[in-house]
């Protein structure tokens, strides 16, 4: 298996090569920034090209949300380049600003206001009003299955519900690129479906988006490509399946540590790779049928399943998702 620092910063670069440059959303290079004498961002390349859907995923501190903030010239860059929309960031922030949405990572919806309040007073910097405006709002409302507390003050909604308005308060201008700093979190299972659902119709209208998550299934199904950063730096860069046929064994057979103790007790069955996970044992293995008939031997109860991003998540950074 290749080293997968060395790779990475090509396959990130990778669609720079392919595409045309002005069909690039999103073009960093050498991205840096420095917190107290340390890396939070350590030298980032990334060509995100139109029409993508690009997940950010890494450990908590890996630098993810400094990255998107670079992005949007909240945060000063120290070293770098970054290129959004085929425009200079700091140079042309106010241009680039009118034409993305952003669903940030701690909400900034006014407490003070109520929910159609906050729709307004954001509209307002975009200069939208009369029927358009009106219609924009009822549209937010009803996709953020809104409509019923449109009078309700912030404070009043659950964290679900804050979380779909400030997506329908990303999309009031009818943004090309859309970036989402873990815009799921917190969300039930129903909520993470219907958004979902908005996020695949916008891919599917052309829009570009970029999303964190520390959900690795929820960037396996919704993401064209990838990037896992780690301490500031991208360590593999790949559409889901292209990572995972890359960084892991097809299969994982898991066991509990019970189980696993009396099977590792054995050395001569010992299989090629192991990993040790809260209370269970992973195997990693590309011949799950003779894993298993050993397992079954010994009379040890197991289960196995295809590898998943997860799978490679923890390859690559050795942690866990939430450390
Ligand atoms: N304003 C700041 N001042 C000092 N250090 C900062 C600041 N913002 C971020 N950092 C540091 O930079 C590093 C990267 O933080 P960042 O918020 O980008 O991580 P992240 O990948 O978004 O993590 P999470 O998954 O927890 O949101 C961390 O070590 C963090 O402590
Ligand atoms: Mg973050």
Known sequence: MTPPRADASLDAQGARDTADPARLAIDIRNLRKVYNGTSAVDGIDLAIPSGEFFGLLGPNGAGKTTTLRMLLGLTPIDAGSVRVLGMSIPEQ????????????QFDTLDPDFTVEENLL???????????????????????????????????????????????????????????????????????RHHLWRQLRRLRERGVTLVLTTHYMEEAEELCDRIAIIDSGRIIACDSPRALIAAHVEPWVISLNA???????????????????????????????????????????????????????FLRLTGHDLRD
């Open 121 to 191: 007073t954001y509209a307002s910097y975009f200069g939208l009003s009369g029927p358009v405006l009106a219609q924009r709002i009822e549209d937010l409302l009803g996709l953020a299955n809104l409509e019923a507390r449109r009078r309700s003050r912030i404070n009043t909604l659950s964290g679900g519900m804050k979380r779909r308005l400030t997506l329908a308060r990303a999309l009031i201008n009818q943004p090309e690129l859309v970036i989402l700093d873990e815009p799921t979190t917190g969300l039930d299972p129903q909520a």
């Open 93 to 104: 922030e106010r241009e680039i600003r009118a034409r993305l949405g952003v669903v940030p």
């Open 258 to 312: 019970d189980a696993a103790r009396r099977f590792i007790a054995d050395p001569s069955m010992l299989p090629a790779r192991m990993l040790e996970i809260a209370d269970s044992w992973l195997i990693y293995t590309a011949d799950p049928a003779a894993v298993r008939a050993e397992l079954d031997t010994a009379g040890l109860p197991h289960s196995t399943r295809a590898a998943n991003l997860e799978d490679v």
